[in-house]
């Protein structure tokens, strides 16, 4: 008992870390944590569980960096099946130290795109070659297919794991957690300008989960929830600027629009995008004073539809926002508007009923004759009226203007 208690104590640490989805800024900072908290331990490696469909070229150089300088061996495993490692994630897998991948997975499609602004040939042809040139280091520092990952970046090839695997792309194919400890057990890797010999055969693993903070920041670098909370926060303070001293719409719209921008900066955003949905806005509120018979609501609407189309600028879909979210937020937007300009015209054009211009057109009747002055009897009142012709008692009148308490009146012609 006490010989199975101090092999247990000897057992090596595998810390494992997961990334699912786009590589972003709170991406590259919870893999950099998790390799210094590896290092820390000391642990014995870092596997790092990936499927993502790419992301941002700074975000994954962030990534990649901390990988080559790590004092700690990361494995990289695209796990599970179905799983994939595109665009920023082939970057990933070239760079560290062991590459394994689940059955039914795919690596590769790795060519840049334009983001935060088109390229032209010669702007695109320079970033193909810089990531060529940069996945090409990684693999070769790395002992693997440096044509093939090469040609992911300028023929956007991708390989299944078995056939990765034929290649020299990656190191192992591995189903699960498990399957993989035990084929890195006994397997030497290079570490800085040592190498060390794995034991991985009965580690203690343990997880390292993304911390509130990460998931915030991941859940913020998304083009649809940052689109949201902007036309949310547009909506309060046009209700504020409506109905002021209303404060909870102000409050609310107020911070909503600074998380939808703070979201913003993590991501590609094209500026002439935003200044187009706040220039549809402006048209919006613009209708509601202005009667321009739907001319400012038309503009408005075609200037929401193109800034929502190029507000996030990524050839990338991860980095777009979603038609499925366009075209309620704006047919929501241009409905409500609608509404309120409809709803001010209708009351333009409704006779008063109320205060001296709600008397304008009512009909009383005579009680003193008008000669041409008199008294009219009229809204359960006795008026002061005149008349450009004498109008005897007992006729009807009708109301043609207000001038303070007197009416001006004629004979009514029912």
């Known amino acids: ?11 090596a640490t595998v810390l494992v870390a997961r990334v699912d989805g786009a590589i972003d800024p709170a991406t590259a900072r919870y893999v950099t944590a998790s390799i210094e908290r590896a290092e820390a331990a000391p642990a014995e490696l870092l596997v790092l569980e990936l499927d993502t469909p790419g992301g941002l070229m700074e975000s994954m150089r962030v990534i990649t960096g901390a990988i080559l300088n790590a004092r700690v061996p990361v494995v990289v495993h695209v796990t599970p099946a179905g799983a994939r490692a595109a665009s920023a994630g082939a970057f990933i897998c070239a760079a560290s130290h ?27 042809g320079k970033a193909e070659n810089d990531a060529a040139a940069q996945i090409r280091g990684l693999a070769s520092q790395r002992g693997r297919n440096a044509a093939w990952y090469e040609n992911s970046v300028r023929e956007s090839v991708s390989a299944t794991a078995e ?30 300008d040592t190498t060390r010999l794995l034991a991985t055969r009965d580690a203690i693993v343990k997880e ?14 998304n083009p649809n929830l940052a689109y949201i909370f902007m036309i949310l926060g547009f909506y309060g303070l046009y209700f504020e600027l409506s109905n002021p001293g209303s404060i909870l719409p102000g409050v609310v719209g107020g911070i909503l629009l600074l998380v939808g921008l703070f979201a913003m ?16 806005m402006l048209l919006f509120l613009a209708e ?18 193109l800034g929502s189309l190029m507000l996030f600028d990524s050839a990338e879909e991860v980095y777009r926002v979603s038609l499925s979210v366009i075209i309620p937020a704006v047919a929501v937007t241009a409905g409500f508007f609608l509404f309120a300009v409809g709803a001010g015209i209708r009351a333009q054009r409704r006779r008063p009923v109320t205060g001296a211009e709600g008397l304008v057109g009512m009909v009383g009747k005579v009680i003193e004759p008008l000669s041409p002055e008199g008294k009219v009897f009229l809204a359960g009142e006795l008026w002061f009226a005149g008349a450009d012709e004498p109008i005897e008692a007992g006729a009807k009148i009708i109301v043609k203007e207000v001038e303070g308490m007197r009416l001006l009146v004629r004979r009514s012609g029912f």
Do not use: W
């Open 163 to 192: 056939e990765a695997l034929a290649l020299g792309v990656i190191d192992l194919v591995a189903r699960d957690r498990g399957s993989l400890l035990t084929l890195l057990d006994g397997r030497t890797v290079a570490l800085g």
């Open 98 to 124: 062991v590459v394994a991948m689940s059955p039914g997975t795919h690596l590769g499609a790795a060519h840049p795109v334009g983001i935060g602004g088109a390229m032209d040939s010669v702007m695109s």
């Open 1 to 11: 008992m006490l010989m199975v208690m101090c092999a247990a104590s000897h057992a």
């Open 288 to 305: 509601v004073k202005i009667t321009s018979h739907g001319l400012l609501t038309l503009g408005g609407i075609v200037a929401l539809v």
């Open 208 to 221: 390292i989960p993304m911390s509130l903070r990460y998931r915030l920041l991941h859940q913020l670098a």
């Open 265 to 280: 900066q993590m991501m590609p955003v094209n500026y002439v995008g935003v200044l187009l949905i706040g220039f549809g």
